[in-house]
């Protein structure tokens, strides 16, 4: 029912959207110089042009790669202890030009950002991504308690918005979180996959369609892996087949 629900809601969201580009100047999410739409020509093609789809990059977790790791397509932490998840696709790095509109948006509530953050995402990333093996689209969820303080769930604000293939289910409510009282932002890989064991589940009515399934799953950042990494062990428990990340930001420098 909540999908039937949803794209009503979807076309009003669109369609103001696209009244206030047409009649209100508005300000570049990089730049802030004004024009119409959220992001100018120039600064989307100078995060094209930058972005990580222009590095050689880990198959599995996304982190830039070493010279001595690029014949291997991984790198060496994943290949000495290999993620749950499959593979990962980042946009851009974490200490980029849109390190701040992310900021802006995520802990200031600016929500207008997620049309220009999903814009960068759909003109730079959307069309080099072969999707057609994906079944469903989760995003990372915030647990009740987090999701009533901050008023909304980033990475679904932006998986929402993104463009892939028409087959693809993008399933809100899928995946679930227990609240953390810890914050993990300063702890290195080790403790972060300690603390975050068991902290997700699937809700019991998605199982059975996801059993077998091929799944990507959107997050806004990823830092050291351990948060995806957990997702992704507790899809493949219930039967998940395979299990794709699908970034806006990748921090570059592991703690490990």
């Not at 949803?6 to 206030?20: A, G, H, K, T």
């Not at 799944?215 to 087949?241: C, H, P, Q």
Request: one cysteine or more; charged letters at 20%; a positive charge.
């Amino acid at each position: 029912m909540a999908q039937y629900t949803q794209r009503p809601m979807r076309f009003l969201e669109n369609l103001i959207q696209s009244i206030s580009e047409s009649v209100l100047p508005t300000a570049c999410i990089v730049c802030q110089q004004y024009q119409s739409a959220s992001i100018c020509n120039q600064c989307l093609l100078m995060i094209y042009h930058n972005s990580l789809l222009h590095y050689e990059c880990c198959y599995q977790c996304g982190i830039p790669l070493l010279a001595t790791e690029i014949n291997q397509q991984h790198c060496n932490t994943c290949i000495a202890q290999a993620p749950s998840f499959d593979q990962t696709i980042c946009l851009d790095c974490y200490d980029g030009p849109l390190q701040e509109a992310l900021h802006q948006f995520k802990y200031q509530k600016r929500l207008a950002y997620a049309h220009g953050l999903s814009e960068v995402w759909n003109a730079a990333l959307a069309s080099e991504i072969d999707d057609r093996s994906i079944d469903y689209l989760l995003p990372v969820p915030l647990s009740q308690k987090k999701l009533l303080a901050r008023g909304f769930n980033q990475s679904w604000e932006l998986a929402k918005r993104i463009q892939c293939g028409s087959h693809i289910q993008k399933l809100p409510y899928a995946l679930k979180r227990f609240h953390h009282v810890e914050h993990q932002a300063a702890k290195n890989y080790s403790a972060r996959r300690h603390d975050i064991r068991q902290m997700f589940y699937i809700d019991t009515k998605d199982i059975k369609r996801l059993d077998g399934k091929s799944v990507a799953v959107f997050d806004d950042v990823m830092t050291s892996g351990a948060t995806l990494n957990e997702i992704a062990r507790t899809l493949k428990m219930i039967g998940v087949a395979r299990v794709s990340n699908w970034v806006l930001l990748r921090t570059t420098k592991l703690g490990i």
